[in-house]
């Protein structure tokens, strides 16, 4: 069952590259509905929604990519931007914030 959930996510990024919402969308779904406990799924699902206006749902998949990874930067960012289109900027700030607080690996 887990490589079925990976090649609907696959399918799901070829569609999104295509600039194919709905059809990546659909993919994912499928691939949460098999296995729910990938946040990089969850995460370009919100990507997906976002890029479909539908910013509200964005923010609930970001939510549960961050709740299965809290140190997930890219959602917690994306996350922002899609609060940041719902007007809740207080919100957005503070997704930007965790961002900032995540410990990042540098390189010397």
Same mark, same amino acid.
């Given at each position: 069952m887990k490589d079925l959930a990976e090649q609907y996510s696959n399918e799901g990024f070829i569609f999104f590259t295509?600039?194919?919402f709905s059809e990546a969308l659909a993919n994912f779904d499928k691939a949460i509905a098999i296995?729910?406990?990938i946040a990089e799924v969850w995460s370009i699902?919100?990507?997906a929604l976002r890029e479909?206006?539908?910013y509200a749902e964005a923010v609930d998949s970001y939510d549960k990519a961050v709740t299965i990874n809290p140190n997930y930067?890219?959602?917690w960012s994306f $996350?922002?931007?899609?609060?940041?289109e719902?007007? $809740?900027h207080a919100e957005a700030d503070d997704s930007y914030n965790k961002v900032l607080?995540?410990?990042h690996i540098t390189q010397k």
């Open positions: 295509q600039y194919n296995n729910s406990n699902r919100g990507d479909l206006g539908r930067s890219e959602a $996350r922002g931007d899609a609060l940041r719902l007007g $809740r607080a995540i410990p």
